[in-house]
């Protein structure tokens, strides 16, 4: 089920809260739990076994690690935590890259595995990752292992965060699974967060969607540099108003059922550097990533060379992890190349130029670097860059780049706004009794216009059907 | 924000919810949308096999069935069409806003790729080829063409002069009748409906007088008073963008039905039908009270008993049209290849057909799926 919908917010959702707030404190777990399932189900039916397998294999391996560690036995709680690993990255493995590395074989002349054809469970690379780090951070002693089933059922499969995350770590919100604290005000602020998220998400993403889609769709011959430029910045703001959307409302949803959940964006658009990029994007991956990869290959306390190739590894993990293609790959070694760059050659320099040419550079590569993500067709990437970069032997601009242009301006003038912190900035300064006649004239307007939109719904992507 | 505002903010947006809750509980279903122009979706059958079948039939019919029978479903699509032209879109659901303060709607035009063009127009030679009559070949031209000028500057989607020009360079066995220099020529008076994708009695008078010369006929140029019927048409281009502030259109008839037998074949039974059906006027769908909507077959026959019988393969458009043609032929013979399979060649035959016309507008040559029965 996709948050964006009008029967998740006119059913699904007033029927889940009626369903908690009338539940007693001590059931309330096994109804996030109940309802989570009908959520995951709705959209992915029997692969919803795989979600359970996945909670009980890791229910018992946190149990296991923690039995044995108790015994002082570090060698069975450590085979425990491989097992888990194993059950999990061969989960992911399979549905997700069986038929990525079958294909990628059978186009070098290799057939021996098949390809089969198998469907991706929305949500696996997220929840796959959120168990793993469980039963290790059980290992670490940086968490406790949960007893209770239906518990543990609840952090893994919590609706608001399942199928695009952000991904949480059970040691951040283990506690809150145990105990947490409803009230009116973080019910409110839930309310104000998930209403962001929503019209990021329809009004602004699958807007400017549309626009990258008419670009994406051109034939190399049709395109023109600007054109080209235009749809990639299409896309620049589809994918952060969209991904960034789902994790406000997720965020959101979380407030309103009790939870406080990681931010997961801090505007990566207005970044100096690639490195300060990754820093602000997709927070809950790099910092996974970095916990459970990047340190235990040993991260920088190495020689040189070893750090460096931690870093490839790092860096080809998250490109592949965004979805099984090369061109994720490429997107992955793309920014393992600038940030090497930027920590070995330029990165001093880079800091002493002004601010505009930092913001101009940064940009320009995470520009670039969405044209490799969003096309995953090399036969069409590589053309669509060269025309980027005038090399296609297409004109300036046409009749068309100046109807998009006209007909995206203002839309375009609004997400570049609020990729910045400047609305969030004026909202906080706004006098407080100002504020508080706006809250509710803005909910209103917000609710009204995105319930328009949601209706009339010819357009509504699910960018993460990869991940 | 003290607790008492946090409640209110809460109280609020729970509210929100549980009123379209509630109110797509109690509202009856519609079952069809004559803002929309269509049938919506009902509600799905809840069986074991429904909901856990592969393809999800329940869940995916169910987001349907929601999102069609949503409480003040017309509202939302308005306001959603208001919100894209608010922020400076000039377009919504497929459908171009005119830079006359977008009263004229313009259905977008996608140029299908030249093989696929060759295919159909193969469809109209072979028929050439299987009838021993003269055979007659004429697309109408669309809006985008006829009314550039009123186009958003550079709308990518809108250019029909590839397919018309293939048409006319393919022709073998057939005649080709150009509609565009006739419509070019009159393209500042009312020839167009703003609202819909049809042309309007005018645009279908043009067209008949080009169509007559073509084919060696000579045009009853009109001498009458034509008759407003309606001044609230709102036609389908309006209904696809949602496009609540335009003005509505008017519709006129020309030609009075004296001396005209009409039999219709909605169900693929011989009635009674007529060239005008009033009723229509009355309802969303005005356009079909020419001839009364979609069939698969309508003969026309007139008192002309001395001239020649027509059989017209063709789309809604020769609707309007057909008044026009009842001066200049004993019987027309309206085929519609949608719902009817019958062949073209051996229909000619069996009903002494003298001539036969080939009238599509562009946008429905280049996407419909039947033309392919016109070579059977």
């Known amino acids: 089920m996709v948050f964006s919908t009008t029967y998740f917010l006119f059913l699904y959702l007033p029927v889940v809260l009626l369903i908690y707030y009338i539940c007693p404190l001590k059931l309330r777990n096994l109804a996030l739990l109940a309802v989570s399932l009908v959520f995951y189900y709705w959209g992915e039916r029997i692969y919803v076994i795989i979600m359970i397998a996945s909670t009980l294999i890791d229910y018992t391996h946190g149990m296991l690690v923690e039995h044995f560690k108790g015994k002082g036995k570090l060698k069975f709680a450590k085979m425990a935590v491989a097992s888990s690993m194993i059950f999990n990255l061969a989960l992911l493995g399979f549905f997700k890259y069986w038929d990525f590395i079958a294909g990628s074989l059978q186009a070098i002349g290799l057939t021996f595995m098949p390809v089969l054809g198998i469907h991706l469970p929305?949500?696996?690379?997220?929840?796959?990752?959120?168990?793993?780090?469980?039963?290790?951070?059980?290992?670490?002693?940086?968490?406790?292992?949960?007893?209770?089933?239906?518990?543990?059922?609840?952090?893994?499969?919590?609706?608001?965060?399942?199928?695009?995350?952000?991904?949480?770590?059970?040691?951040?919100?283990?506690?809150?699974?145990?105990?947490r604290t409803c009230t009116s005000d973080k019910f409110a602020s839930g309310v104000q967060r998930f209403m962001v998220g929503l019209a990021k998400k329809l009004l602004i993403a699958n807007n400017v969607g549309m626009l990258w889609d008419a670009y994406k769709a051109m034939a190399p011959g049709e395109l023109t540099v600007a054109g080209a430029w235009l749809g990639v910045l299409a896309f620049t703001f589809q994918i952060y108003f969209d991904f960034s959307g789902y994790s406000d409302m997720a965020i959101g949803l979380g407030r309103m059922l009790g939870f406080e959940f990681m931010e997961n964006f801090n505007y990566p658009y207005i970044s100096k550097s690639?490195?300060?990029?990754?820093?602000?994007?997709?927070?809950?991956?790099?910092?996974?990533?970095?916990?459970?990869?990047?340190?235990?290959?040993?991260?920088?306390?190495c020689s040189k060379p070893r750090w460096v190739f931690n870093l490839l590894i790092v860096w080809a993990a998250t490109g592949i992890w965004h979805g099984a293609s090369w061109n994720f790959v490429l997107w992955g070694l793309y920014f393992f190349v600038f940030l090497m760059l930027e920590k070995l050659v330029w990165g001093r320099a880079l800091a002493r130029l002004p601010a505009a040419v930092q913001h101009v550079y940064t940009l320009f590569l995470v520009l670039v670097s969405w044209a490799i993500f969003a096309i995953e067709d090399f036969g069409q990437l590589v053309p669509y860059l060269k025309v980027m970069f005038g090399l296609g032997g297409v004109p300036l601009a046409d009749g068309a780049f100046g109807y998009y242009l006209r007909s995206y301006?203002?839309?375009?003038?609004?997400?570049?706004?609020?990729s910045t912190p400047l609305l969030s900035k004026l909202w906080h300064?706004?006098?407080?009794?100002?504020?508080?006649?706006?809250?509710?004239?803005?909910?209103?307007?917000?609710?009204?216009?995105?319930?328009?939109?949601?209706?009339?719904?010819?357009?509504?992507?699910?960018?993460y059907f990869r991940f | 924000?003290?607790?008492?505002?946090?409640?209110?903010?809460?109280?609020?947006?729970?509210?929100?919810?549980?009123?379209?809750?509630?109110?797509?509980?109690?509202?009856?279903?519609?079952?069809?949308?004559?803002?929309?122009?269509?049938?919506?979706?009902?509600?799905?059958?809840?069986?074991?096999?429904?909901?856990?079948?592969?393809?999800?039939?329940?869940?995916?019919?169910?987001?349907?069935?929601?999102?069609?029978?949503?409480?003040?479903?017309?509202?939302?699509?308005?306001?959603?069409?208001?919100?894209?032209?608010?922020?400076?879109?000039?377009?919504?659901?497929?459908?171009?806003?005119?830079?006359?303060?977008?009263?004229?709607?313009?259905?977008?035009?996608?140029?299908?790729?030249?093989?696929?063009?060759?295919?159909?127009?193969?469809?109209?030679?072979?028929l050439g080829e299987n009838v021993?009559?003269?055979?007659?070949?004429?697309?109408?031209?669309?809006?985008?063409?006829?009314?550039?000028?009123?186009?958003?500057?550079?709308?990518?989607?809108?250019?029909?002069?590839?397919?018309?020009?293939?048409?006319?360079?393919?022709?073998?066995?057939?005649?080709?009748?150009?509609?565009?220099?006739p419509l070019m020529d009159h393209k500042d008076e009312y020839v167009f409906y703003r609202t819909d994708h049809h042309w309007t009695t005018l645009g279908a008078y043009y067209g008949y007088l080009a169509l007559m010369e073509g084919m060696g006929l000579e045009p009853v140029e009109f001498t009458g008073t034509p008759e407003l019927v309606s001044d609230s048409f709102l036609g389908t281009t309006y209904s696809a963008a949602g496009a609540k502030w335009v003005k509505p259109d008017?519709?006129?008839?020309?030609?009075?039905?004296?001396?005209?037998?009409?039999?219709?074949?909605?169900?693929?039974?011989?009635?009674?039908?007529?060239?005008?059906?009033?009723?229509?006027?009355?309802?969303?769908?005005?356009?079909?009270?020419?001839?009364?909507?979609?069939?698969?077959?309508?003969?026309?026959?007139?008192?002309?008993?001395?001239?020649?019988?027509?059989?017209?393969?063709?789309?809604?458009?020769?609707?309007?049209?057909?008044?026009?043609?009842?001066?200049?032929?004993?019987?027309?013979?309206?085929?519609d290849l949608r719902n009817n399979n019958m062949s073209l060649s051996a229909y000619v035959e069996e009903n002494g057909i003298d001539q036969v016309l080939v009238l599509y507008s562009t946008a429905n040559f280049t996407t419909d799926g039947n033309l392919f029965k016109m070579g059977i």
């Open chain 1, 122 to 179: 929305i949500g696996i690379s997220f929840y796959t990752f959120q168990t793993m780090s469980y039963t290790i951070d059980v290992y670490r002693g940086d968490t406790r292992a949960q007893h209770n089933i239906v518990n543990f059922g609840t952090f893994v499969t919590l609706f608001p965060q399942l199928i695009a995350g952000p991904i949480i770590k059970y040691k951040d919100l283990g506690d809150q699974i145990d105990h």
């Open chain 1, 274 to 301: 690639i490195t300060e990029f990754w820093r602000r994007w997709h927070i809950s991956l790099s910092t996974w990533f970095r916990e459970y990869l990047y340190i235990p290959l040993g991260g920088n306390r």
């Open chain 1, 409 to 418: 301006l203002p839309l375009l003038v609004i997400a570049g706004v609020g």
């Open chain 1, 429 to 463: 300064k706004l006098p407080r009794k100002a504020a508080a006649v706006a809250l509710p004239v803005l909910l209103t307007a917000g609710l009204m216009v995105c319930t328009g939109y949601v209706v009339d719904a010819t357009y509504n992507p699910f960018l």
């Open chain 2, 1 to 126: 924000m003290s607790k008492g505002y946090a409640r209110f903010i809460t109280a609020f947006f729970c509210l929100f919810l549980a009123a379209f809750l509630v109110a797509n509980l109690v509202l009856p279903d519609r079952e069809f949308s004559p803002e929309e122009n269509r049938y919506l979706a009902q509600r799905p059958e809840l069986t074991l096999e429904s909901i856990t079948d592969d393809e999800g039939t329940f869940m995916t019919d169910f987001e349907d069935y929601h999102s069609d029978q949503f409480a003040g479903r017309d509202f939302w699509i308005g306001l959603k069409a208001w919100g894209e032209r608010l922020t400076g879109k000039q377009e919504n659901n497929g459908v171009y806003f005119g830079t006359d303060g977008a009263q004229t709607l313009f259905a977008q035009f996608t140029s299908p790729t030249a093989e696929d063009m060759a295919q159909r127009l193969s469809y109209v030679n072979a």
């Open chain 2, 132 to 181: 021993d009559v003269p055979v007659w070949f004429a697309l109408i031209p669309g809006k985008v063409t006829v009314w550039s000028d009123l186009l958003p500057a550079g709308a990518p989607l809108a250019d029909e002069s590839g397919a018309l020009e293939q048409a006319a360079g393919s022709c073998v066995s057939v005649q080709w009748i150009d509609l565009v220099t």
């Open chain 2, 250 to 335: 008017e519709m006129y008839r020309w030609i009075p039905e004296d001396g005209v037998k009409v039999t219709s074949y909605f169900t693929g039974m011989p009635e009674e039908g007529a060239l005008y059906v009033d009723s229509f006027l009355a309802e969303k769908d005005k356009y079909s009270s020419f001839l009364g909507g979609v069939q698969p077959l309508c003969v026309v026959e007139t008192g002309h008993t001395d001239a020649p019988k027509l059989l017209l393969v063709r789309d809604s458009y020769s609707d309007c049209l057909t008044p026009f043609l009842t001066q200049n032929f004993s019987e027309i013979h309206l085929f």
